[in-house]
């Protein structure tokens, strides 16, 4: 057994894991889809003195058509649940084709990839341009955060360790949205090293990038050129982007450049 | 804490199965060594390999990256179980016919794998079949010929299918 013990809960209602996470909080790690807190567990990064698992609580993972317009996901929903909804934009699904491997998306869930907040992963860079509002709960009731300001930085986000991500709001986006997702990756499945989420609709236009900088968020300078019809490259400069061996702040700077262009061809602007 | 154990009712391979185990226990460990199917593999341990899948409740999962205890009540089936459908069958019969084995290691996940794909798009093509198996590493008989197999597995298949 290589993770470090643990004591293990699976609590069967979202009350007693409040009441769980008010008891341990930060010493406690949410078991979703375990996807990325098994791997985690079994490098020992993770330590945490108790694991909950939210796997047995019924509805969590339900994906659900807001009535006036718009759509509602259960954090526990999985990728390839997601995946496979018809009423989920099709920026998700298109994005989530790179998100790891069939098996992984048998698991993973939306809650757990905008809890781990990994700066390459594919899903927080497409709530941002989707608008979406993540909803987070705890004793103290529920908490409505704008996607654009809930990622805070590397693996950071705005939830307290006393709150669980509860479930995911994305607005009505109607016929005259176009979307596009785009990424460069080593290999198909692996985490972005740079990737593009762009919603462009009548007069207005959202994007965000994954693998670029720590944390989504919008672009206002770039999304004022591309509204503009103008170059949006010299907008770039409002990145500040990773530097690492492997992807050097110029090279991601470029994919990011080389991505933008792309997917406004592909949404039919330039 | 050092010690926390469960006891787990679950099915494998058509096996009422009752066990106490550690909750830290991955589940591939707890087939391997609580119930003696060796046929998943242990490459990698933290979700990178491919080589521990198995399948819970109809969908195929990393056997390493799951708890054992979350297995309670759940119905688990193993490579040792794919020859009883005829996918499983067509697909151990095509990788040994292409010989798309050499060590074996990773082929019991990589069926499971290519058993799902089969199972959801009858006919895939090269390009289908390697973004399924994208997520199943070998290391030694190379690529072609495990897409070859799935291929011939999925012609054979198609050719009897009504
Ligand atoms: C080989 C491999 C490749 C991968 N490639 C990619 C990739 O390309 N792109 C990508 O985006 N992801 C990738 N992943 C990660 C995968 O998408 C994970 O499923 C995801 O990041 C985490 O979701 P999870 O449900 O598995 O969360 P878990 O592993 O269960 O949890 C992750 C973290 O989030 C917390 N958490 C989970 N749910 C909640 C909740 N509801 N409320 C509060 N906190 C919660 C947990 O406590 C933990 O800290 C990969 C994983 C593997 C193993
Ligand atoms: S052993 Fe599970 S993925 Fe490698
Ligand atoms: S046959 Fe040896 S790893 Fe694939």
Known sequence: MKPAPFRYERPATLEAVLALLDAHGAQAEILAGG???MPMLALRVARPDLVIDINRIAGLGDITAIPDGGVRIGARARHAEVMASPLVPALMRSALAHVAHPAIRNRGTLGGSLALADPAAEMPCCMVALGARIVTLSSRGETHHDAASFFHGLYSTARRPDEMILRIEIPPLGPQWRFAFLEEARRLGDYAIAGVALAMGAGEVRLAFCGVEPAPRCLPATEALILAGADPLPGLVELAPMDSDDAPEAYRRHLAGVLLKRALREVGHG | MDNQTLSIACTINDRAIRATIPVRQSLVD?????????GSHVGCAHGV????????????????????????GAEISTIEHAATTSIGAALQA???????LQCGFCTSGMILQAAELLAQNPEPSRDEIRAALSGNLCRCTGYH???????????RLSDIAP
Do not use: K, N, P
């Open chain 2, 145 to 155: 010929a495990i897409v070859d197999a799935v291929q011939m597995a999925s012609a």
């Open chain 1, 35 to 37: 996807q990325s807190l």
């Open chain 2, 30 to 38: 707890f087939l391997r060594e609580g119930v003696g199917l060796t």
């Open chain 2, 94 to 100: 095509a990788f040994f016919e292409r010989a798309a």
């Open chain 2, 49 to 72: 390999c491919g080589a521990c899948h198995v399948v819970v409740d109809g969908v195929v999962v990393r056997g390493c990256l799951i708890l054992a205890v979350q297995a309670d």
